[in-house]
């Protein structure tokens, strides 16, 4: 099993930067990947984000040069660093990690921390 916690949500202006962060516990080197999802109101949840164990990102265009994904593997945490931030990217954001565990991969998800960004 892996848990994840997300923080640092909140309230911004358009324009401004914000970085989420998620705290992993659990069977930490069963993960394989990680990354960040969204889901907007009345929207499909959306990927935004992934970075593999040797650091290897992916980015949804909509986020390109303006997002970074980024891991601490000391500290079991995964980072979103949002700039540029603009009304289009209010959601609320989740941690996920794909995880290897009893020869299945799995797919664990946070709880979800709210990004609202006001024009």
């Known amino acids: 099993q892996v848990q994840l916690v997300e923080s640092g949500g909140g309230l911004v202006q358009t324009a401004e930067s914000l970085t989420l962060s998620c705290a992993a516990s659990?069977?930490?080197?069963?993960?394989?990947?990680m990354g960040w999802y969204r889901q907007a109101p009345g929207n499909q949840r959306e990927e935004v984000a992934t970075?593999?164990?040797?650091?290897?990102?992916k980015y949804a265009d909509a986020v390109k040069g303006r997002f970074t994904i980024a891991r601490d593997n000391a500290k079991n945490t995964l980072f979103l660093q949002m700039s540029s931030l603009g009304p289009e990217d209010t959601a609320v954001y989740y941690c996920?990690?794909?995880?290897?565990?009893?020869?299945?991969?799995?797919?664990?998800w946070g709880q979800g921390t709210l990004v609202a960004v006001s024009s």
């Open positions: 970075i593999t164990n040797d650091g290897q990102t």
């Open positions: 659990g069977s930490i080197s069963s993960i394989v990947l």
């Open positions: 996920t990690a794909h995880a290897l565990i009893e020869l299945m991969m799995r797919q664990y």
